[in-house]
């Protein structure tokens, strides 16, 4: 059971929107900033968000972040079927003194 | 280009030690915390211990605490997770991370390709 939950799975069609999310508590999400990665089958994952909404260089802009109180929420516009993977929030939780991760969305991009 | 390399992983039976090791280059390794983040097979991330740029302070799932040691060698860009007491739910793919943190930021920057540790009699 992942301290941050996220829906295992979403789908959506190419071209479409999708968003995931990521629900915490005020101990970790509640204080802390959420970053979000994207894991390729058979990759090592790869930074996508960072600070809520904030993109690493070479990330497109078609991947946004938002932060309300205790939930996050990630969201992919124009979707192709190279987003097929699995994402995973994370955050700093106060409590455990932990870094903690949601336990991962897989994308099926139909 | 940045860039982690992780080694050091195999199979150890039950009760084992394995010295994992992860090479950093293409950036300043001193100035960074370092990390290790771990994958079941199958499963999601868990995170398993961060290190501070200098080795002052030293953070640790619960799940590792006092088996799994976190280490570096910023003359070498190093970083090392020293895995005693193994058991079978430690078997893992090791990702070495590095860690950015400030305030209220957490997040891991760059990744490895990991290393594959199957602890198994």
């Known amino acids: 059971q992942s301290v941050l939950t996220q829906p295992p799975s979403v789908s959506a069609a190419p071209g479409q929107k999708v968003t995931i999310s990521c629900s915490g508590s005020?101990?970790?999400?509640?204080?802390?900033?959420v970053s979000w990665y994207l894991q390729l089958p058979g990759t090592a994952p790869k930074l996508l968000i960072y600070d809520n909404n904030k993109r690493p260089s070479g990330i497109p802009d078609r991947f946004s972040g938002s932060k309300s109180g205790t939930s996050a929420t990630l969201g992919i516009t124009g979707l192709q079927t190279g987003d097929e993977a699995d994402y995973y929030c994370g955050t700093w939780d106060s409590s455990l003194s932990s870094v903690v991760f949601g336990g991962g969305t897989k994308l099926t991009v139909l | 280009e940045a860039q982690l390399v992780e080694s050091g992983g195999g199979l150890v039976q039950p009760g084992g030690s394995l010295r994992l090791s992860c090479a950093a280059s293409?950036?300043?390794?001193?100035?960074?915390?370092m990390s290790w983040v771990r994958q079941a097979p199958g499963k999601g991330l868990e995170w398993v211990a961060n290190?501070?740029?200098?080795?002052?302070?030293?953070l640790y799932v619960d799940s590792v605490k006092g088996r799994f040691t976190i280490s570096r060698d910023n003359s070498k860009n190093s970083t090392y997770l020293q895995m005693s007491s193994l058991r079978a739910e430690d078997t893992a793919l090791y990702y070495c991370a590095r860690f950015r943190r400030y305030l209220s930021s957490w997040y891991f920057d760059l990744w490895g390709q990991g290393t594959l540790v199957t602890v198994s009699s």
């Open positions: 293409g950036f300043t390794f001193s100035t960074y915390w």
């Open positions: 005020s101990s970790n999400l509640g204080n802390n900033y």
């Open positions: 290190m501070r740029q200098d080795g002052s302070e030293k």
